[in-house]
């Protein structure tokens, strides 16, 4: 499966970001979604998560209550708006696709990986 993800850029802290991640090459509703981020100097790590029938979600502490993750069949895509935003969620977004049912938090358990689009809060 191919990945695309877009819909970074600079915001004041305190305000709202929605990123797009679009799937092509295979079916997209027998996969989990993730979006994952990576600061500068740091590891790339989880922000949240859902599951192929969009039921489930998961959310990193850090994120819940500001940031919520969707998917639309018709179009191929998860969303992830980012509201409240503070300058410590400046990163690299980056989303990606797992098969099965599981929403891993852990980067190394998903296939395929998108370009990954910059996010950044300014205070």
């Known amino acids: 499966v191919q990945l695309q993800a877009y819909g970074g850029g600079l915001v004041q802290a305190g305000g709202s970001l929605k990123l797009s991640c679009a799937a092509s090459g295979r079916t997209f509703g027998s996969l989990a979604m993730g979006w994952f981020r990576q600061a500068p100097g740091k590891e790339r790590e989880f922000v949240t998560a859902i599951n192929w029938s969009g039921g489930s979600t998961y959310y990193a502490d850090s994120v819940k209550g500001r940031f919520t993750i969707s998917r639309g069949y018709v179009q191929n895509t998860v969303f992830l708006q980012m509201n409240s935003l503070k300058p410590e969620d400046t990163a690299v977004y980056f989303c990606?696709?797992?098969?099965?049912?599981?929403?891993?938090?852990?980067?190394?358990?998903?296939?395929?990986w998108g370009q990954g689009t910059q996010v950044t809060v300014s205070s």
């Open positions: 990606a696709s797992v098969d099965g049912s599981t929403c891993p938090a852990t980067p190394k358990f998903y296939n395929s």
